[in-house]
């Protein structure tokens, strides 16, 4: 059974930075489109970044320029960088393999002063 496991959360202050990572136990990562997406309390989970095996991205406007997502295959890792962080973007993070649909359990992440 393929896992994702989310890690890197924690608190941020504002304009601060972090960095989440989405690992693997097997190879679902290796030739999968992944995506990052955030649930804050009492919202619906919403997209936030995704990431094909080629490497091509794209973002949600919120985080357009703030986050990066990047992959190491050889790892079997997706990242999440994100920079210049803003309460708004409290929530918890997710990982997602498209092909499979594989999610993973989650990390919190608190940007506050």
């Known amino acids: 059974q393929e896992q994702l496991v989310e890690s890197g959360g924690g608190l941020v202050q504002p304009g601060g930075s972090l960095r989440l990572s989405c690992a693997a136990s097997?190879?679902?990562?290796?030739?999968?489109?992944v995506g990052w997406y955030r649930q804050a309390p009492g919202k619906q989970r919403e997209f936030v970044a995704f990431?094909?095996?080629?490497?091509?991205?794209n973002y949600a406007d919120s985080v357009k320029g703030r986050f990066t997502i990047s992959r190491d295959n050889a790892k079997n890792t997706v990242y999440l960088q994100m920079n210049s962080p803003k309460p708004r973007d409290t929530a918890v993070y997710y990982c997602?393999?498209?092909?499979?649909?594989?999610w993973g359990q989650g990390t919190q992440v608190t940007v506050s002063s």
């Open positions: 990431i094909t095996s080629g490497g091509s991205t």
């Open positions: 097997g190879t679902v990562l290796a030739r999968n489109v």
């Open positions: 997602n393999a498209v092909y499979g649909g594989f």
